[in-house]
């Protein structure tokens, strides 16, 4: 089955963008997977096509009004309607690779886009949307999280990547960051490139390779390598 994306936006010719490129453009143009828009200001009702509304308790800003919005989640779920329903947010909870691995072996998912200061509480609660925000930081609306949550989905997909293998080994893949990569030349301003890399010992290459990565998760990310420390006391052999 294919996946889908169906990307609930005021800004549909925002889409596909960088998805149009490179691995995940070659693998929409191929059917891998499939991408739908849908314009949410075509379920405004009024003659000025108004989407939002000043929010209650004052404060700058529009708030995106609940009804305009339900009725667009109703046409996505029309089209898709096995398809779990994300909205993008400050306030959810943070896009991880564990989540965009489920994704990913899933059907797809409807993504709803916010713009202004946000959503009506309202819609997002009666719909029971999952909330997911990409980063510790404000964007100007929920168009470039989708594209971020898509491609992180795509290139997992089944045929998408060159090598199955990278997937595997890369960041995040066992709860740590992955050690630092090389290529020719092998020597380049004065930096020579690890020894053990250029060995053809596979043993010791794997064994520099886990080192490195436990070594810069521990000194960059201490909230992973205290995570990771857990599980692998927890169940040893993992
Ligand atoms: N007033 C909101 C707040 O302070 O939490 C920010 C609204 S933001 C300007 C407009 C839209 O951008 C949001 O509704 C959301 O869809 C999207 N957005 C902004 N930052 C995001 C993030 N870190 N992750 C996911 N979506 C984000």
Redesign the pocket.
């Known amino acids: 089955m294919t996946w889908r994306a169906v990307v609930l936006t005021l800004f549909p010719e925002m889409f596909p963008g960088p998805l149009g490129h490179s691995l995940a453009g070659k693998a929409l143009a191929r059917g891998d997977w499939a991408l739908e828009t849908i314009d949410i200001r075509d379920f405004a009702t009024d003659r000025h096509r108004s989407v939002d509304d000043t929010p209650f308790g004052g404060g700058p800003?529009m708030v995106m009004r609940p009804d305009v919005v339900d009725d667009a989640v109703s046409a996505a779920l029309e089209r898709a309607p096995d398809l779990p329903l994300i909205?993008?947010?400050?306030?959810?909870r943070l896009l991880t690779q564990r989540r965009v691995r489920a994704l990913a072996e899933g059907p797809g998912a409807i993504l709803l886009?916010?713009?202004?200061?946000?959503?009506d509480e309202r819609v997002i609660r009666h719909r029971r949307m999952e909330e997911?925000?990409?980063?510790?930081?404000?964007?100007?609306?929920?168009e470039p999280?989708a594209i971020v949550l898509m491609d992180a989905c795509v290139r997992l997909l089944p045929g998408v990547m060159g090598e199955a293998a990278s997937a595997a080994e890369e960041s995040f893949a066992h709860g740590l960051l992955e050690y630092p990569q090389y290529t020719r030349p092998a020597t380049w301003k004065d930096m020579t490139v690890p020894e053990v890399l250029r060995s053809g010992d596979h043993a010791a290459v794997a064994a520099w390779r886990r080192a490195q990565a436990e070594a810069d998760t521990r000194d960059r990310r201490p909230d992973l390598w205290e995570a990771y420390r857990a599980l692998a006391e927890a169940a040893p052999t993992a």
């Open positions: 800003g909205v993008f947010t400050p306030r959810g886009c916010g713009r202004y200061e946000g959503i997911i925000s990409i980063g510790d930081y404000v964007l100007s609306g929920g999280a």
